[in-house]
């Protein structure tokens, strides 16, 4: 068991020391959930190898009582298995692959575009050791510059936000994609925003978002995790003219998530669609 309810947790972070990577913050928020006390190893992108003693050139890695665990799932399933009297990340095993599917979305639709806005940010905002790294590595990484990535980046930030609806409508009437409570999908999909609020120069999102309350409630999850130095605001964005809608102003259903229970309620969604209700 973790001596003195304290787990090594190696960080990769910034100048400023604000964690940057979004699988170190969904490790991070996973160990708080569980109730540990973390012994930060801090550093950034280059040494990772000597910090961990060779056995890893990526972040994030612990060690739980001189076990090394590597690898943010392999490390959420540890504590799971480890600490099964202790509030579960993974309530069933069904859901990693339901949490991989949400992930994998998340970074097509925010992270890809958001990485190409904040590129320049991502690499100035490193520890100076870092910046050659991260210069020469990005460049095989995307190909080009990350000056040329961030080029006519004001014509992605409205294009993000709409593309964003199918989260904003399973948060709609839950408080958490976990239920009541916070879960694992719950720290993976605001990891992304947490890294997002690393890097962004200037917010990309709009004061209204929908998102804002659950955002907003995640960062303030664990005494403020979220809100280290080192963070920008998220929000604030002020669409351009020709940006489409940021969001559904009047969602609809369409049936997704209701639930027939008999000829009326079948005949009231369909006076609803045909705008009779």
Known sequence: MAQNNTIT?????HASGCTTSPFVWATKYALKHKGFDLDVVDGGFTGIMERTGGRSERLPAIVDDGEWVLDSWLIAEHLDAKYPDRP????????????EFLEGWLWKT?????????????RDRCKPED????????????GQPVEDM?????????KVLPELEPLR?????RKWLGGDQPNYADYRALAVFLWCASVADVPPMTDDEPLRDWIDRGFDLFGGLGRIPGMSPLFGYQPRPGD??????????????????????????????????
Do not use: H
């Open 9 to 13: 947790f190696y960080d990769l972070q």
């Open 88 to 99: 579960t990340l993974i309530a069933d095993p069904s859901l990693k692959p339901l949490v």
């Open 110 to 122: 925010a992270v890809s575009p958001w990485v190409r806005c904040f590129a320049v940010q991502y």
């Open 131 to 142: 910046i050659g790294y991260i210069t020469e590595s990005r460049l095989r990484m995307w």
């Open 150 to 158: 961030a080029k006519d980046r004001e014509e992605v930030f409205g």
């Open 169 to 173: 409508a399973l948060l709609r009437d």
């Open 244 to 277: 489409p809608e940021p969001f559904e102003r009047t969602p609809r259903d369409f049936g997704l998530n209701k639930r027939n229970t008999g000829p009326a309620s079948t005949s009231a969604e369909t006076a609803r669609l045909a705008g009779k209700d």
